[in-house]
């Protein structure tokens, strides 16, 4: 079973930055690409970005291409997701997901696994 754990969420003053971390339990990241996710209280969940594991390609939601970075560290089997200029409105659970599909990275039915979520709040 794969695993995956998000970490490095918090409480940060807008204009903020704050470091997501993703690691999986095993070589999740044979797979296809792995994404970030967020879905704020009482709306749906977003694409925000993702990472094709092999060649490094990035992909991002419009609102957050500029502010928002991702990475990934083959030897840690983690990814990242570096925040900067944080808006109250990116307050939100960011979710980590691998999908193991070449479909279309950016939506949320091709991923297969899952992590628990980080709270990241962002004060005005």
């Known amino acids: 079973q794969v695993q995956l754990v998000e970490s490095g969420g918090g409480l940060v003053q807008a204009g903020g930055a704050l470091r997501l971390s993703c690691a999986a339990s095993r070589r999740t990241f044979s797979s296809y690409a792995v994404g970030w996710f967020r879905q704020a209280p009482g709306k749906e969940r977003e694409f925000v970005a993702a990472?094709?594991?092999?060649?490094?390609?990035?992909y991002y939601a419009a609102s957050m291409k500029g502010r928002f970075t991702i990475s990934r560290d083959n030897d840690k089997n983690t990814v990242y997701l570096l925040m900067n200029s944080l808006k109250p409105e990116d307050t939100a659970v960011y979710y980590c997901?691998?999908?193991?599909?070449?479909?279309?990275?950016?939506?949320?039915?091709?991923?297969?696994?899952w992590g628990q979520g980080t709270q990241v709040t962002v004060s005005s």
């Open positions: 990472i094709n594991w092999s060649d490094g390609s990035t």
């Open positions: 997901a691998a999908t193991f599909s070449s479909g279309s990275v950016y939506y949320i039915d091709e991923y297969d696994y």
